[in-house]
């Protein structure tokens, strides 16, 4: 799988929605869609279910109806889902079910997919959260790949391609995975194009460009 996440912004986000069983096709939508954004294609049925479950929570233990918020965003290098509704007093638990028991099983399924997860009480509401490993690189919150003056500029260029080449349904902030890759193409393309014009060798550029990057690596080594 193509792990060039570079260009990907990932903002938190929140979404608020009643807690209706008939609710939890458009979460599932909802997430797929954002984690598809964010580079992050290895969670999505991962995170799915988490958010199914929650969900489900809530309608069983809380009751349908409730007024509930999804929240998404990076702890880290971790993906962080998180449902808050307003009962303090039902509280998440593990419970030892058989394998053909069908009450129960929520949290322990979760407990069984995620990382990590909890329960943090506030004044107006409980938020019931887990959390994903996502394999980036770095802690970055929102890019979460490791930084430096390179990343940085190349980011800046990516960005401004972004605003002119690529189809207008890609957004300013949010570029996937894929069309992140081919605004880099066309960068690269262009500067070809650029140093054959003023007679310089291409292919020359090429093979000194790819000296310095793997240079650049080793001495981060």
């Not at 066309?186 to 000296?211: N, S």
Request: proline letters at 3%.
């Amino acid at each position: 799988m193509n792990d060039c996440r570079c260009g990907v912004q990932r903002k938190s986000w929140e979404l608020a929605f009643s807690a209706e069983p008939e609710e939890v096709a458009g979460l599932r939508n909802v997430m797929r869609l954002h984690l598809g954004l964010w580079g992050l294609q290895e969670q999505i049925e991962t995170a799915q279910l988490c958010v199914s479950e929650l969900t489900a929570n809530v309608i069983r233990h809380v009751g349908p109806g409730t007024p509930t918020t999804l929240a998404v965003s990076m702890n880290g290098t971790y993906l962080r889902i998180e449902v808050h509704d307003p009962d303090t007093r039902a509280l998440p638990t593990l419970i030892a079910t058989s394998e053909d028991s069908e009450a129960g099983r929520g949290m322990t399924l979760v407990d069984a997919m995620v990382d990590r997860w909890g329960v943090q009480l506030r004044a107006d509401r409980k938020v019931t959260w887990c959390e994903l490993a996502t394999g980036l690189v770095s802690e970055n919150r929102e890019n979460g790949h490791s930084e430096g003056a390179g990343v940085a500029r190349a980011e800046a260029m990516l960005a401004v391609y972004g605003a002119t080449k690529l189809p207008r349904s890609a957004t300013s902030t949010v570029l996937s995975v894929a069309v992140a890759e081919a605004a880099a193409i066309d960068v690269i393309a262009d500067f070809l194009h650029w140093l054959r014009a003023h007679g310089c060798d291409p292919d020359e550029a090429l093979d000194r460009a790819q000296r310095h990057f793997e240079a650049e690596l080793r001495k981060a080594l």
